[in-house]
């Protein structure tokens, strides 16, 4: 009886470690997990920027000096006549748009001896501005050697004509001077311009301004000139 039983377990473990080792076989022979390799798409070869997309995103400093010839609108040629005009400009070049400030002195001659009805004493004298101007600027950047813009400036006008005053004063003694005197006026120029490359980051800048001052401490009305100028230009 006791050997019978031993043969029935004994055949049921053989059983069951003969279907262990088929399973495993299986699991041994079943080939592996394929996985996808990651790709990547055929990268696009890289295009410099062309010489004229160079030239329209600059960026840099600019500098100008320019000379002027001013000419009154509207004025009596024999009182006034044209001038002179000095004027410094520096800004931040961004390619198709410059930001910057003006700086100016102009000289027109007077002539009191041709004003009737004015009185003896008074001689050719020339009335002077003084000018601070905030300018914005549209210029054209391309290849070739010409830069042509246009500008306008809101100006801060001080003017003056052999006026003068009396100052007193002193901290440990007395005294008095006599000073000029300059009238402020507001304004603002429109100007046209065309440089001519002459070398690398050089340029000869001609160009034509209209300006403008309105009433204020010097006019009574609003005055009007036009100057046509030669100078300089650097970017």
């Known amino acids: ?16 470690l003969s279907t262990s080792a088929v399973s495993a076989q299986g699991a041994w022979a079943s ?11 055929t990268p696009e070869p890289y295009s410099p920027p062309s010489s004229a997309q160079k030239v329209a995103a600059h960026r840099g400093y600019m500098g100008a000096f320019s000379l002027g ?16 005009e000095l004027y410094g400009f520096g800004g931040f070049d961004m390619g198709y748009v410059v930001f910057g400030l003006g700086l100016g002195a ?17 001689d050719r004298r020339p009335m002077t501005r003084l000018f601070l101007s905030p300018e914005f600027r549209v210029q054209v950047p391309n290849r070739s050697p010409l830069l042509p813009y246009i500008g306008i400036s809101f100006d801060a006008n001080w003017w003056r004509v052999r006026e003068t005053d009396v100052v007193c004063g002193g ?10 005197v300059f009238r402020f006026t507001p304004g603002m120029t429109a100007k046209l311009g065309l440089a001519f490359r002459v070398a690398s980051g050089s340029f000869i800048d001609i160009g034509v301004k209209y300006s403008l001052s309105g009433p204020g401490s010097f006019f ?3 005055e009007q000139w036009v100057t046509p100028y030669i100078g300089m230009l650097f970017r």
């Open 106 to 122: 102009m000289w027109t001659p007077i002539n009191f001896n041709n004003i009737p009805g004015i009185g003896t004493g008074f």
């Open 69 to 84: 010839v001013p000419v009154w609108l509207k004025a009596d040629s024999n009182v006034v006549r044209p001038g002179a």
């Open 31 to 41: 080939e592996p997990y394929q996985t996808t390799p990651y790709t990547t798409g």
């Open 1 to 16: 009886m006791m050997n019978e039983n031993f043969r029935a377990i004994a055949g049921v473990l053989a059983l069951l």
């Open 220 to 222: 009574f009305r609003r």
């Open 171 to 180: 901290t440990f003694y007395y005294y008095c001077a006599r000073v000029a």
